[in-house]
Antibody, heavy 115, light 110 residues
Framework: QVQLVQSGAEVKKPGASVKVSCKAS????????MHWVRQAPGQGLEWMGI????????SYAQKFQGRVTMTRDTSTSTVYMELSSLRSEDTAVYYC????????WGQGTLVTVSS | QAVVTQEPSLTVSPGGTVTLTCGSS?????????PYWFQQKPGQAPRTLIY???NKHSWTPARFSGSLLGGKAALTLSGAQPEDEAEYYC??????????FGGGTKLTVL
């Protein structure tokens, strides 16, 4: 069965970086682009970007350009999302999701940015 | 950047029918926007109900259907159940791998 297992919760100080992982199983990892989505407390879903696990190409939402980096490791079927220069507004749950025919979402990773 | 609009809130009676819509600031929504619909309940991760306008997943209840309606993407719920009370989000894809979520519709079954 499809599983998307994300890394655990993080607490970071303003200005720091965070790297969230998402390990995929149960489907062909390289066949589906992986989206990253975040949700601030009490807010809606916000699309951050996408990575092609096959070739590694990425596309980021304009809002995150220059601060986000998405990478993948095909040997472990894992994608990573690193967000730098964190500020309090980045406090959110971060999700990975291949969407498409796969349809599943990761369980989410809470990132708290606080001094 | 495009703005995707949804009704902020809707109410449906148990057993009733309701249609949620998803519009784009750039014009009519087409199948080329590959509309998605997601359901999210408090404290849970989103769940994908519909992809590519009208395709369902194995877990999507038959009472949900997706379509294009009047220049918008639409999610129709026929025969609402109490467990359908949730937040619903649409997603549209634009050229250049640019993806935007709608603001969400809070659906109350009452």
């Amino acid at each position: 069965q499809v599983q998307l297992v994300q890394s655990g919760a993080e607490v970071k100080k303003p200005g720091a970086s965070v790297k969230v992982s998402c390990k995929a199983s149960g489907y062909t990892f390289t066949s589906y682009y992986m989206h990253w989505v975040r949700q601030a407390p009490g807010q809606g879903l916000e699309w951050m970007g996408i990575i092609n696990p096959s070739g590694g190409s990425t596309s980021y939402a304009q809002k995150f350009q220059g601060r986000v980096t998405m990478t993948r490791d095909t040997s472990t079927s894992t994608v990573y999302m690193e967000l730098s220069s964190l500020r309090s507004e980045d406090t959110a749950v971060y999700y990975c999701a291949p969407l498409g025919r796969v349809g599943y979402w990761g369980q989410g990773t809470l990132v708290t940015v606080s001094s | 950047q495009a703005v995707v609009t949804q009704e902020p809130s809707l109410t449906v009676s148990p057993g009733g029918t309701v249609t949620l819509t998803c519009g784009s600031s750039t014009g009519a929504v087409t199948s080329g926007h590959y509309p998605y619909w997601f359901q999210q309940k408090p404290g849970q991760a989103p769940r994908t109900l519909i992809y590519d306008t009208s395709n369902k997943h194995s877990w999507t209840p038959a009472r949900f259907s997706g379509s294009l309606l009047g220049g918008k993407a639409a999610l129709t719920l026929s025969g609402a159940q109490p467990e359908d009370e949730a937040e619903y989000y649409c997603l549209l894809s634009y050229s250049g791998a640019h993806v935007v979520f709608g603001g969400g519709t809070k659906l109350t079954v009452l």
